[in-house]
């Protein structure tokens, strides 16, 4: 790797490309390349091609991606699985064309099985059922992973590529999406939370039991451990990982009850009135827990804990409202 290397952040305004910029700079790491949807659309080929002949960057972190809840993935599964399925293709290869040596694939723990054993490890990959409510997500990150697997099995020592990819848990933290339907569990519950206390209501209903376990992490450790990952040397990586098992789950190392989170997240906005379950609606996977001790024996781990991380993504919000 060069001294400087010209680093491209592909969705660089979305939650994790945010955080991976923000982090790359604090390395001292400022020759990033960024596009914004308007000025290039990844899922234009004859667009990426251009701009990669154009720029020939020297790594690329892939963090852009169409994401959103259940809701979301529910409405829209045609659009989830085809611009996924063209962004990350048309990046990829790309980036191989234009002499990319290093990329990043930035995956989901929705690529496992619905009902993988927990905590799940990164051999669990295409050993059962996906979720149905995001399977159209799921399987356009299953293939990203695949293609950077198969670049590497094909080009790896022709052309000394090393495409790789990472895993992140469910994240949170600046930049998330607070949208009322389409956003995910902590920025949902954090919007809920605050519209409840500015309204002084003396309830909350939170769908399902509240019982499943989930896991969280901040996005800024998920940026730190993208950075890590991407720079790790390649012996050290390829020690680590199998030509057709090459991801890496990235996790905080323990996970919580929806019950447990939903109190958290009430105590950080300042909600008081009374949290209830409604158990008629749907729950989801009884638990979705990481095995990341691949990354753990490399020497890297979250450094940020839920309660500190859920008072800067409660400030974010406000500063976006």
């Keep these: 790797m060069t001294l400087h290397p010209k680093i ?188 409840a206390k500015v309204k002084d209501l003396t309830e909350v209903a939170i769908w399902g039991s509240g019982a499943p376990r989930r896991e969280f992490l901040y996005v800024d450790d998920m940026a730190a451990a993208s950075v890590f990952v991407m720079n790790l040397d390649k012996a050290v990586y390829e020690v680590h990982t199998q030509s057709m098992q090459g991801h890496i789950n990235v996790g905080f190392g323990s996970d919580m009850t929806i019950k447990e989170l939903s109190e958290t997240v009430s105590r950080v906005v300042g909600y008081r009135g009374r949290i209830v379950f409604d158990a008629t609606r749907p729950d989801g996977p009884p638990r979705k827990f990481m095995n990341s001790n691949l990354l753990k024996g490399m020497g890297w781990q979250a450094k940020v804990n839920l309660t500190d991380g859920l008072a800067a993504a409660y400030q974010d919000f406000l500063n976006a409202i």
């Design 8 to 195: 491209y952040v592909a969705g660089h305004r979305g939650m994790v490309g945010s955080a991976i910029v923000r982090t790359l700079k604090s390395h001292g790491l400022n020759n990033i390349v960024t596009r914004t949807h308007a000025e290039l659309d990844l899922c234009q080929q004859a667009a990426v091609a251009t701009f990669f002949a154009e720029e020939r960057p020297d790594q690329v972190y892939l963090a852009a991606a169409k994401v959103g809840g259940i809701h979301a993935n529910n409405t829209y599964p045609a659009e989830f699985i085809y611009e996924n399925l063209m962004m990350q293709s048309n990046v990829i290869h790309q980036a191989f064309l234009s002499g990319v040596k290093r990329l990043l694939f930035l995956g989901s723990s929705c690529i496992y099985p619905r009902l993988a054993p927990q905590p799940m490890a990164e051999d669990a990959l295409l050993s059962g059922h996906l979720e149905p409510t995001n399977e159209p997500y799921a399987i356009a990150k299953i293939a990203g992973i695949k293609l950077c697997e198969s670049y590497n099995r094909q080009y790896g020592k022709s052309h000394g590529i090393d495409f790789r990819s990472v895993m992140p848990t469910n994240l949170y933290g600046p930049g998330d999406n607070y949208h009322p339907e389409n956003s995910h569990v902590i920025p949902a519950l954090i919007r809920r939370f605050h519209e």
